[in-house]
């Protein structure tokens, strides 16, 4: 009997998992009734909160005052996602190993390590501060966690959601601590990618002439999301932006065995938003629209709410964990964000006095270090602990890491760790009345740096990149530097020589993770972005007018793959027609009639997918492991490496550059770019072989993931679209809300609809009812009415929150 | 007769005990009915089944029947079994082998404390 209720070497305990009256079953929610009771006495609100719930779920939480009303929203949210919040922040927190023990060779304790080294916790408590020391956003944060709490007590052991069973743990109580480590993993997730080491070792072992060649950090082609303003870009500060730092190594070292970087945030991640004004649409009025692409998972990234006080009436997305709304609209304006991707996280080389590490070259001297002793407990193992050693430019991640330039320690310097309070914008957001109060709203906010886009009654339309940037030297943060010498960034981009755009000549205003502005811009600007959807986008919306929401939608799932429609011509005039047989001719014709576009049906779509990824593996041989089928790009980069990006890549092609690793290293012979592409479309013949599905849908195969990765609770689906198309729908991720405001006769009425669901019970029929509404364009109208008798009716559950 | 009677005890406490209580204390239900109400072995092993069997089946059944057997549907792939039904099989035959070895249990002290009753006798 004892065996039965204890969890053997992972297994969940079976008599507790299986007994139909506190196991699983017990958790798959009455498809009648709602997931709470109509009536709920919680301790700590100051008047009755009235929440209705439509036919989806979402959540239209009415409440007389601020407090009650986050105190409500903590409780709702907890109430659908109480699980997926936890797990998120204890990941961020570098937790993971107490639930789940060390994991196959240490993986479990290896990514909490990095999680605190590269100092999620350590960022978390740095925003922590500032909202203590602010009585205000405190004790929203508080509400906002209380509500969380109120619904934890609430529940029986038996009615923990179904991961906290199968894996074995309690939840612990919500505090401004969690939601604060939330937003930390956003900024994280959001800001990650940056490849300053792989550069430099590039540069080391190649020259910083051929990196310059081959990374180019601007092109022609690039259509920024600022244009240069008429009278040119202003700025405030005196810069001198030449290169000074000298910090570029000389190539001594023939060191080729890299030890390995941690791993970054996908650069799948990306967005789309654009806003339109009156002389482009039907009604006179502007529309906007956003769709924010994150890894698709279950539980969904968002939750869907309304939230309304006798003050305040606002409709949108969050993520579940932190007060207030992401992404919405009230009653006169609406926004969204695309983010910004520039660089604001950089490393530099530390030298140590001795072993001890309590001092680090600083100058002509030794400066003393700080150390921050970690601990990991680990599930059935011994507790693991980390010593992090930090100085005045941040902690020291790596130790001893081995770079084309001998053995480095490199600290980190990064624009998250520095707090800040985005919390507080989306509160003014949430609020704002028009195009100033947006600005005010947005004055607050430093990282994760994104673009806003907004839109407003008055018949406004405005786009900002918001973010604190250091102010930088030419190419300073493209490579590692030496952190005896470099001050912590100290100086900042000036609020008002920050890009942003209001009802421009064009009509329209759009961003999709490019370039911010040309080389014009008086401030040294760097990062990873994106070349080709912002460019349809932009060509679409130039030719758009009487627009109405159709055409929005049809925006959000054009397809057009212009990578594709600028490559494959190129890439198929180097074929050698006749060496090829029925088949292969067969392949080449579908090809060359190819219309670009990567619908679920295409199957030119599959084979263009397979051709550029086997050129780009063939000719970037020396830095992409070669093992990994079906790179997915991101490609499976040879560690502390990293090649020039697709659109480098087919540059290169078109400008026909000869350079030294067109010739493939696993051959004799010294290929040309002809030899590449032959034996790439060979190679994707042999390939096309070995494939069941062709149709790209199928073989995309795209997968909503559950966030501990079990099969059982996740989904795949059939749909078109990739990385690089507007619609961004790739095989992990895509548009996670895809949002349309319509702002006809000066009334805001929204409409979205994201791939998952309210739900993150796996029980629920609203764990994944919206997933195919998604995929097929089914966006639902957002109805955000503040007269609460619109929802006093059959279509609506009403759960009333009580004081006691 | 007996038999029968013994078999409804554990249905009907058995059932409101679990509803109520934590759900093992359906296996002291068991226990005490085959230690007070049972003659034999093969007895405790029949009635202890077949009886907890029926009541974990009816109440899977009836939990997944209200949920349109969403989660049945999940856990059956999570388990891998073939059917999701299979998980309802499973765990009724698992609350069956409970209820057969908390009963058989109850019998053999029943039976034990049977064999002491003269002993105790000798020494009053």
């Not at chain 1, 997968?703 to 990385?723: C, K, Q, R, W």
Request: proline content about 4%; charged content about 20%; overall charge negative.
């Amino acid at each position: 009997m004892i065996a039965l209720n204890i969890r053997l070497a992972g297994k969940p305990a079976f008599g507790k998992l299986l007994n139909p009256f506190s196991g699983f079953y017990h958790l798959g929610e009455n498809t009648n009734n709602l997931h709470i009771p109509e009536d709920i006495i919680a301790e700590g609100l100051a008047e009755e909160v009235t929440v209705y719930f439509d036919e989806r779920r979402i959540p239209h939480i009415f409440a007389q005052n601020e407090k009650d009303l986050y105190f409500a929203q903590g409780y709702i949210v907890a109430s659908l996602r109480l699980w997926q919040m936890e797990f998120q922040v204890l990941a961020a927190e570098g937790r993971i190993s107490e639930l789940l023990g060390a994991g196959d060779n240490n993986q479990f304790i290896n990514f909490d390590i990095q999680q605190r080294r590269i100092g999620l916790k350590y960022g978390a408590e740095q925003k922590l501060a500032l909202i203590e020391s602010d009585p205000f956003s405190k004790e929203i944060m508080e509400s906002f966690a209380n509500g969380v709490n109120a619904y934890m007590a609430s529940l029986k052991n038996k009615d923990l959601p179904i991961e906290y069973q199968l894996i074995g743990y309690k939840p612990e109580p919500w505090n401004a601590y969690k939601t604060a480590l939330l937003l930390m993993n956003m900024s994280n997730v959001l800001t990650s990618t940056e490849y300053d080491i792989e550069h430099s070792n590039f540069a080391i072992k190649y020259g910083k002439e051929l990196f310059d060649s081959l990374f180019r950090n601007y092109d022609d082609v690039i259509d920024p999301i600022f244009p240069t303003p008429a009278d040119g870009w202003q700025s405030t500060l005196a810069i001198d932006s030449s290169f000074k730092l000298g910090t570029l190594p000389r190539n001594d070292s023939n060191i080729e065995d890299l030890g390995a970087l941690y791993t970054k945030n996908d650069v799948q991640i990306g967005s789309n938003n654009w806003a339109i004004d009156g002389e482009k649409t039907s009604s006179g009025y502007p529309m906007l629209a956003n769709d924010p692409h994150l890894k698709l998972s279950f539980p969904s990234v968002w939750i869907e709410m309304h939230l309304n006080t006798p003050d305040l009436n606002t409709y949108g997305v969050v993520f579940p964990g932190a007060p207030g709304i992401i992404i919405g609209f009230n009653d006169y304006i609406g926004w969204g964000v695309t983010n910004a991707g520039r660089d604001v996280k950089d490393w530099y080389s530390i030298e140590f006095k001795d072993d001890g590490k309590d001092y680090y070259k600083w100058k002509d001297d030794w400066k003393a270090t700080t150390k921050i002793y970690e601990a990991f407990k680990v599930k059935g193992g011994e507790t693991v602990y980390d010593t992090i050693i930090h100085t005045h430019l941040g902690p020291v991640v790596y130790e001893n890491f081995p770079t084309q330039d001998g053995q480095k320690n490199f600290a980190l310097q990064w624009m998250a760790h520095r707090g800040s309070k985005e919390y507080q914008t989306f509160y003014e957001l949430n609020r704002a009345k028009n195009y100033d109060d947006y600005i005010a709203a947005l004055s607050h906010y430093s990282c994760p740096a994104q673009n806003f886009i907004f839109a407003s009654v008055d018949g406004d339309i405005a786009i900002r990149q918001q973010g604190e940037f250091p102010v930088l030297e030419s190419e300073e943060g493209i490579f590692f530097l030496d952190g005896s010498k470099k001050e912590a960034w100290s100086e900042f981009i000036p609020f008002e020589d920050i890009p942003t755009m209001k009802n421009p000549q064009r009509h329209f205003v759009s961003s999709a993770n490019q370039h911010v502005a040309d080389t014009s811009y008086p401030y040294f600007t760097h990062g990873v972005f994106e070349y080709y959807r912002n460019r349809v986008i932009n060509e679409e919306l130039s030719q758009m007018y009487d627009a109405d929401i159709d055409d929005f939608k049809a925006l959000h799932f054009n397809e057009f793959n212009l990578m594709a429609a600028e490559a494959l011509p190129i890439m198929l005039s180097y074929l050698e027609i006749e060496t090829l047989d029925n088949h292969g001719k067969e392949i080449f014709e579908t090809l060359s009639s190819w219309d670009y576009t990567n619908n679920s049906s295409s199957k030119a779509a599959t084979y263009f997918q397979l051709f550029h990824e086997n050129y780009y593996t063939l000719l970037w041989d020396e830095f992409v492991e070669p093992e990994v089928p079906g790179g997915w790009d991101p490609f499976q980069w040879k560690d502390g490496w990293k090649a020039p990006n697709e659109y480098q890549t087919f540059r290169l092609l078109a400008d026909s550059i000869d350079h030294r690793f067109i010739d493939n290293e696993a051959t004799e012979k010294i290929e040309t770019s002809k030899d590449l592409l032959n034996l790439a479309f060979h190679q994707t013949l042999e390939d096309l072989m070995h494939l069941d599905e062709l149709a790209w849908g199928k073989y995309k195969n795209t997968l909503i993931e559950h966030l501990a990765m079990i099969p059982a609770f996740s989904t795949n689906i059939d749909v078109g679209g990739n990385y690089k198309i507007v619609n961004a729908t790739g095989k992990y991720h895509g548009p996670s809300w895809r949002m349309i405001l319509d702002f006809d006769g000066g009334k805001i009425k929204g409409y979205g609809v994201y791939p998952g669901g309210q739900s993150g019970n796996p029980g629920s029929k609203f764990y994944d009812n919206l997933v195919n509404e998604w995929a097929n364009g089914n966006y639902h109208e957002l109805i955000n009415s503040s007269d609460a008798s619109v929802y006093q009716n059959i279509q609506y559950q009403t759960v009333r929150l009580k004081k006691p | 007769m007996k038999a029968i009677f013994a078999f409804i005890l554990i249905v009907l406490f058995g059932s409101l005990a679990s509803i109520f209580l934590p759900w093992w204390v359906i296996s002291i239900v068991c226990f005490l009915v085959g230690m007070a109400f049972l003659d034999s072995g093969w007895q405790a092993i029949l009635i202890g089944f077949f009886s907890v069997l029926l009541i974990w089946s009816v109440a899977a059944f009836y939990q997944s029947y209200f949920n349109d057997f969403i989660l049945l549907d999940r856990m059956g792939k999570l388990l891998e079994v073939p059917s999701p039904y299979l998980v309802i099989v499973i765990t009724s035959i698992l609350g069956g082998l409970i209820g057969m070895l908390s009963t058989l249990s109850g019998y053999y002290l029943q039976t034990i404390n049977e064999k002491r009753k003269p002993k105790n006798q000798y020494y009053d």
